[in-house]
C-alpha cells in the first residue's frame, strides 16, 4: 500500500513506468479488454439491428447501442474488471457513464467521419469507432471511476 500511495505524487511518465510493472494492472487490462470485447458484441448487434432491420438512421442508432452496451460493461467492469463493489454504486456509475459519454463522444465523431467523409459501410465504421475510443475509455475507467 505504501508502494502505491507513493506511486501517486512521481510524475506522470513514471507513474505508468510503475504501473506497468505490477502484474495486476496486466490481469485488470485484460479483464477490461474482455469486457469490452462483449460490448463490442452487444453494440454492434444492437446497431446492426436498429439500422438494418429497424431501418433507424446511423446517428441515433449508435446513440441507442451506445446506451445498451454502457449497461452492460458498467456492471461487469465493477464486479469483475476493477473488483469495485466496496465503492458507492451511484457514484461510480456516474464516473463510468462520464468517461464512457466522452469516449462515446469521440467514437460518435470517428463514426460519422469514416461514414460521412470516407464512405465506410456504417457496421464496419461502428466497429472501427469503438476501437477507437477504447483506450481512452480505459484510462479514464482505471484512474478515475473506479480508482481505491
Same mark, same amino acid.
Given at each position: 500500500?505504501?508502494?502505491? /500511495?507513493? @506511486?501517486?505524487?512521481?510524475?506522470?511518465?513514471?507513474r505508468v513506468r510503475h504501473g506497468?510493472?505490477?502484474?495486476?494492472?496486466?490481469?485488470?487490462?485484460?479483464? #477490461? +479488454?474482455a469486457v469490452g470485447a462483449s460490448?463490442?458484441? %452487444?453494440?454492434?448487434?444492437?446497431?446492426?439491428?436498429? !439500422?438494418?432491420?429497424?431501418?433507424?438512421?446511423?446517428?441515433?442508432?449508435? %446513440?441507442? /447501442?451506445?446506451?445498451?452496451? !454502457? @449497461? =452492460? =460493461?458498467?456492471?461487469? =467492469?465493477?464486479?469483475?474488471? #476493477?473488483?469495485?463493489?466496496?465503492?458507492?454504486?451511484?457514484?461510480?456509475?456516474?464516473?463510468?457513464?462520464?468517461?464512457?459519454? !466522452?469516449?462515446?463522444?469521440?467514437?460518435? /465523431?470517428?463514426?460519422v467521419a469514416l461514414v460521412e467523409?470516407? +464512405?465506410?459501410?456504417?457496421?464496419?465504421?461502428?466497429?472501427?469507432?469503438?476501437?477507437?475510443?477504447?483506450?481512452?475509455?480505459?484510462?479514464?475507467?482505471?484512474?478515475?471511476? #473506479?480508482?481505491?
Amino acid at each position: 500500500m505504501q508502494d502505491d /500511495a507513493s @506511486a501517486v505524487a512521481l510524475p506522470l511518465h513514471r507513474r505508468v513506468r510503475h504501473g506497468m510493472r505490477h502484474p495486476a494492472n496486466w490481469l485488470q487490462l485484460v479483464r #477490461f +479488454g474482455a469486457v469490452g470485447a462483449s460490448g463490442y458484441v %452487444v453494440n454492434l448487434a444492437v446497431f446492426t439491428a436498429t !439500422v438494418h432491420l429497424l431501418g433507424i438512421d446511423y446517428k441515433v442508432a449508435a %446513440v441507442l /447501442a451506445f446506451l445498451i452496451s !454502457v @449497461a =452492460n =460493461n458498467f456492471w461487469w =467492469n465493477r464486479h469483475w474488471t #476493477f473488483e469495485a463493489r466496496d465503492g458507492h454504486a451511484g457514484f461510480q456509475a456516474a464516473r463510468f457513464l462520464t468517461v464512457s459519454v !466522452v469516449a462515446f463522444l469521440f467514437s460518435y /465523431a470517428v463514426l460519422v467521419a469514416l461514414v460521412e467523409a470516407a +464512405g465506410l459501410p456504417k457496421v464496419l465504421a461502428q466497429a472501427i469507432a469503438i476501437v477507437t475510443a477504447t483506450p481512452l475509455s480505459f484510462v479514464g475507467q482505471k484512474l478515475w471511476s #473506479f480508482r481505491r
